[in-house]
């Protein structure tokens, strides 16, 4: 039986989202923004899972509601809107600030249980690296007057961008950065504590420059794509039911799919030499193969040249 003594949510506060960020700096210490800040992140969306659950209060939360949330983030791997390595990552978000609330590990959950064994090397080609296999559901979005989804899929296809990332660009500060520097500068919506301190260069064309000035038209004053009247939550659950409904006929999954098919075909530009997922091995020689993965790395926000064998294929 789970122990439900002390104040609510285990004394760290009146609010679940708080009290698990307390949590985090009793077990991390305060003001460390590695583990502790994604952990913060990651565990925001259970409390909201939390809540549309009626449970408030860490001490209410009971195996049956890990259950219901790792039944969840299965139907979206399974689904294609987040991958198995990150739905692994927010189920071991809670079985962190659970343990560390209830100063026990009675109550947790099996990530693999729940969504899989997580690969970090990709298996199989993007959907999206042939570009005509956008025509329809972008054709879709527009018919519907969704075309602010369809321009963050295309952002997120020619850019390498993150949902987030291509949701918070500011694409008239973009445009400028492109014509004065024949790149942009990703610093909004960045995983892992990177962002305003941290430059995340983006090489751009003329017709991604042409892209940039169309998104920029639409979000007019606006600094981002965020409705004036969402919050991101509700921008980013309108935005991926939109774009699963306009590709229940194709084979693309979530937006994560444009992500790697820009890496795949960056890389074959860097090199000369298809991905080595799309080859089916590495055709380029091992430094060039090196070179091209430590530019992607830098190119896609990410700190370690190994985790971009998730875009593109193995280096073996």
């Known amino acids: 039986?789970?122990?439900?003594?002390?104040?609510?949510?285990?004394?760290?506060?009146?609010?679940?989202?708080?009290?698990?960020?307390?949590?985090?700096?009793?077990?991390?210490?305060?003001?460390?923004?590695?583990?502790?800040?994604?952990?913060?992140?990651?565990?925001?969306?259970?409390?909201?899972?939390?809540?549309?659950?009626?449970?408030?209060?860490?001490?209410?939360?009971?195996?049956?509601?890990?259950?219901?949330?790792?039944?969840?983030?299965?139907?979206?791997?399974?689904?294609?809107?987040?991958?198995?390595?990150?739905?692994?990552?927010?189920?071991?978000?809670?079985?962190?600030?659970?343990?560390?609330?209830?100063?026990?590990?009675?109550?947790?959950?099996?990530?693999?249980?729940?969504?899989?064994?997580?690969?970090?090397?990709?298996?199989n080609i993007p959907a999206t690296l042939e570009r005509e296999a956008l025509t329809i559901p972008i054709a879709q979005l527009e018919a519907k007057d969704q075309t602010r989804t369809a321009l963050i899929a295309l952002l997120a296809r020619n850019f390498g961008l993150r949902f987030k990332e291509a949701s918070l660009l500011n694409t008239k500060k973009a445009v400028r950065e492109a014509k004065r520097y024949g790149k942009i500068n990703i610093t909004q919506g960045t995983k892992g504590g990177r962002g305003k301190d941290m430059d995340r260069w983006a090489p751009v064309n003329s017709k991604q420059i042409a892209l940039l000035k169309q998104a920029a038209e639409l979000q007019d004053k606006a600094k981002n794509f965020i409705p004036e009247n969402k919050t991101y939550k509700q921008w980013?659950?309108?935005?991926?039911?939109?774009?699963?409904?306009?590709?229940?006929?194709?084979?693309?999954?979530?937006?994560?799919?444009?992500?790697?098919?820009?890496?795949?075909?960056?890389?074959?530009?860097?090199?000369?030499?298809?991905?080595?997922?799309?080859?089916g091995e590495r055709l380029a020689s091992k430094a060039l193969d090196q070179h091209a993965r430590t530019i992607l790395s830098q190119e896609l926000g990410h700190g370690r040249t190994e985790v971009i064998a998730s875009y593109i294929g193995s280096s073996k």
């Open 1 to 123: 039986m789970n122990k439900i003594g002390g104040n609510r949510n285990y004394g760290y506060g009146k609010q679940m989202a708080w009290a698990g960020k307390k949590a985090l700096d009793d077990r991390y210490g305060k003001g460390h923004h590695g583990s502790s800040g994604s952990h913060e992140q990651r565990w925001k969306q259970f409390v909201y899972f939390a809540k549309s659950h009626g449970v408030n209060d860490a001490r209410k939360i009971d195996q049956s509601l890990l259950d219901r949330y790792g039944l969840h983030l299965k139907t979206q791997v399974d689904q294609g809107e987040k991958s198995v390595s990150y739905a692994q990552n927010l189920l071991s978000t809670v079985n962190v600030v659970l343990a560390t609330m209830r100063k026990d590990k009675v109550l947790s959950i099996k990530p693999v249980q729940w969504v899989g064994q997580r690969s970090h090397i990709r298996s």
């Open 236 to 279: 980013y659950d309108q935005a991926h039911y939109q774009w699963r409904t306009a590709n229940r006929e194709t084979a693309i999954k979530g937006f994560h799919d444009m992500r790697a098919a820009y890496a795949c075909e960056r890389y074959e530009t860097l090199t000369g030499f298809a991905a080595p997922v799309v080859a």
